[in-house]
């Protein structure tokens, strides 16, 4: 349905406002964090703290925003969010990061963070009220779960719990791949559907069965460990690497390597099995720290997927060909450039960092480039 006339662009959907904050906040925290790496002022407490609770619920807190508002009333049929719910949202998200990125976070700035992910799955459950789909529930379920998951993160220095932002951090990271895990089973194989009849192929995606079921579930065990049986999460990450490699094989991905768009869904959700063997064997390994395990799920599939996802639902959703071009195709390879370069951080040295982060920040600001006139301009007639 179409948005309601009279607003700018940016307001007229939730991707249009959102997705170019989510471009624009990894890009200044990966700046922010390599001045302060280099002896530059750091937020109040720890600043690699700062900058795991920045990435999760600055960037990816934007993109998850940004793609919600938008899918729920497609899925549902309704006119999509615009105007002053949008107006509001923005206003709430910004002033958190302002306080946020300041020396000390006011309690207005904290109340403003804790605030925004519940009113963005408010704004975006309306639709729902009037008969949606358990199914299409979810994705506002888990923004509700993320927004506790920040309050707990900004508790911790409240009650003197040191451990509780970095429990809280992990505990997000899981749930966030857990989303990618439902999302991606949802979108991936349909897109691969299409793409294969489109091109001929005798062959499609296998059809819904235990295994996704299996792999959804196992996602949701780890996160849910974290929280209630810490030392589980070792061995139920990696049986979750496990039952997600077996999900995707059959889903034809290696078919779709001559789509870029496509085919970057397919490396993202890869990631997301890989990421959580890494996850759980760096856990059980002496002398990995289990940052570092994290970051196979936190630049490999997260990172992944959030762009790919960002950058197909853009194109889209404001009617220009589903076909990646020169640009976005060097910010897949530059980004998959910086997780490689990243797990590789404890062989390499402390320079690996600095690259990947170049890497990083390529990949996005191609991203902001190409797809800053889409969300500027108005959908372009069939």
């Known amino acids: 349905m179409s948005p309601s006339p009279g607003w700018p662009q940016p307001l007229q959907a939730g991707f249009r406002l959102f997705f170019p904050l989510a471009g624009i906040a990894t890009l200044a925290i990966m700046l922010r964090t390599v001045a302060i790496l280099h002896g530059g002022d750091a937020p109040a407490g720890n600043p690699f703290t700062w900058h795991g609770h920045e990435m999760l619920f600055g960037y990816v807190a934007a993109a998850i925003a940004g793609f919600v508002l938008t899918a729920v009333p497609n899925w549902t049929g309704t006119r999509a969010v615009s105007g002053l719910p949008l107006v509001v949202l923005f ?40 008969g949606g789909k358990a199914r299409q529930w979810l994705p506002v379920g888990v923004i509700i779960t993320l927004g506790l998951a920040n309050a707990l993160w900004h508790l911790g220095p409240v009650i003197n719990a040191p451990a509780l932002p970095s429990r809280a951090l992990t505990f997000t990271t899981l749930l966030v791949a857990t989303l990618i895990a439902v999302i991606g089973g949802r979108i991936i194989p349909a897109f691969t559907r299409n793409h294969l009849k489109k091109s001929g192929a005798s062959v499609e995606p296998r059809a819904t069965d235990l ?24 061995w139920l990450a990696i049986a ?21 768009l496509l085919f970057i869904l397919h490396i993202g959700y890869g990631w997301l099995a890989i990421g959580y063997l890494i996850l759980g064997f760096g856990m059980l390994s002496a002398g990995w720290s289990d940052t570092w395990a994290l970051h196979g799920l936190l630049t490999g599939a997260i990172g992944t997927m959030t762009l790919a996802v960002m950058t197909r639902a853009t194109f889209g959703h404001t009617g220009r060909p589903l076909q990646a071009g020169v640009v976005m195709t060097t910010a897949f390879v530059a980004i998959q450039g910086a997780i490689v370069i990243r797990l590789l951080g404890p062989v390499v040295g402390p320079q690996a960092w600095h690259v990947a982060g170049v890497l990083w920040s390529t990949a996005f600001l191609l991203f902001l480039l190409r797809c800053g006139p889409m969300w500027l301009r108005p959908r372009v007639a069939a």
């Open 240 to 260: 979750a690497g496990a039952l997600h490699a077996i999900r995707q094989f059959g889903w034809r991905g290696l078919r779709t390597w001559r789509d870029p």
């Open 211 to 234: 295994r996704d079921g299996l792999a959804i579930g196992a996602s949701a065990a780890t996160a849910l460990a974290e929280i209630g049986a810490p030392g589980l999460v070792a």
């Open 91 to 130: 206003l709430t998200w910004t002033v958190a990061r302002i306080g946020l990125w300041s020396g000390d976070a006011a309690a207005w700035a904290i109340a403003a963070d804790i605030a925004f992910l519940p009113a963005a799955a408010l704004v975006a459950s309306r639709p729902l009220w009037s």
